[in-house]
């Protein structure tokens, strides 16, 4: 039998609570849905999606050798588009989405965990689990855990990886030689003085700001769910005829 062509329908859902990363698979042997589910906490950045085909309807039309293939060729499939997507995000969207420094961070921080045919389940997710990288692809209001939230000037040089180092950190800048003072515009902030004599000023190191509008700049959820959906769709044909042949020799 040629392989079969699935057409495989992704959805995006809201949060879930677990390790972030995008999730391919689930279901048991012959289930009628594969899901890829994924989300965003404290630990980092994810996905929720749902792959649904007629995967159900396919186990019905094909013999029972072929039945004996879906497994396998489906967790093929699944291992396929997690590191397609894993390509995707790390060589395309995150260059595209940041001004980066450190050109291997991102592959450091994203790695798949492959499924079998016993575990139909393939991840992709942020090894590091970086809160931040979540209000990078969903944007959106950050209020503050205290009074105010310090916003980062220009004056703050992030490391490689894109964190604030821990010296320049607000806390540590308060406790060193920073205080909090108000511009002439009314404008709340942290700031230090630099230089000396004449040469002497004021230098803003952040913006205390009662809430915090984040852009939506990380594309990681749109071109995590097109990449899935599409990988997974061209690479299960070949992965069935694949092991359709390997079983026959």
């Keep these: 039998m040629a392989g079969p062509a699935i057409p495989f329908l992704v959805r995006t859902f809201g949060k879930q609570i677990f390790r972030s990363g995008l999730q391919f698979g689930g279901g048991g ?23 649904g085909s007629n995967i159900g309807q396919l186990a019905r039309t094909i013999d029972a050798f072929g039945k004996q293939q879906l497994p396998f060729a489906t967790s093929q499939a699944l291992n396929d588009a997690a590191f397609a997507t894993r390509k995707q995000i790390v060589e395309r969207t995150y260059p595209q989405s940041f001004d980066v420094k450190n050109k291997r961070f991102a592959a450091t921080m994203y790695r798949v965990d492959k499924s079998n045919k016993r575990n139909l389940t393939a991840r992709v997710y942020d090894r590091l689990g970086r809160d931040y990288m979540v209000n990078q692809a969903e944007g959106g209001v950050k209020r503050p855990r205290g009074n105010n939230i310090a916003i980062p000037s220009r004056a703050i040089k992030r490391t490689a990886s894109g964190k604030v180092p821990k010296a320049k ?4 800048v308060l406790n060193a030689r920073g205080y909090k003072t108000k511009l002439r515009s009314g404008q709340d902030v942290i700031a230090q003085q630099t230089g000396r004599g004449a040469a002497k000023r004021q230098q803003v190191l952040y913006l205390l700001e009662q809430r915090a509008y984040i852009p939506k ?31 026959k020799r």
């Design 29 to 51: 042997t012959g289930s009628a849905l594969f899901g890829a589910f994924a989300g965003s906490n404290r630990n980092g950045i994810g996905l929720n999606i749902t792959v």
């Design 169 to 172: 950190q607000p806390r540590n």
């Design 217 to 247: 700049r990380f594309r990681f959820y749109e071109d995590g769910q097109r990449t899935a959906q599409r990988s997974f769709n061209r690479a299960f044909a070949t992965r069935f005829r694949e092991a359709q042949r390997t079983s």
